[in-house]
């Protein structure tokens, strides 16, 4: 089934001039980039953004990373693009991450992980909609 799914490069990977090395091994899997935007998060939509982890002890660093310098706002569209991208960017914590994922080549560490994606079909409708607007995104 055609997806799409929401991508973040995060300001670890911009800061390290990385956008274009990540984005093709996200092409290489099948995904195609169908919407993007670099943008500087503001400390409220980071925070929105991560407003499921505001309990957890690295939601303040977590913020405080994401919104030190730009960011690249993508949605991926492709055959099963939301497990398939997950799949492309490896485990949370780049130690754990498979050979050839995103994380396991970039990753800096589990806080400075290079990239998000969507961990389901809904939640992937909810965060592309913070930032794209339907018309923005071109199949
Ligand atoms: P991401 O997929 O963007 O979702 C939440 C982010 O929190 C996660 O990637 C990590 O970058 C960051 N994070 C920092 N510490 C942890 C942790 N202990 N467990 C999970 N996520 C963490």
Redesign the pocket.
Known sequence: MTERTFSIIKPDATRRNLTGKINAVIEEAGLRIVAQRRVKLTDAQAKKF?EV?AERP?YGE?VEQMTAEPVVVQVLEGDNAVLKYREVMGA?NPDNADEGTIRKLFALS??E?SV??SDSLENAGIEIAQFFKDEEIVG
């Open positions: 991560y982890h690295f977590l949370t589990i806080g992980n998000h994606g």
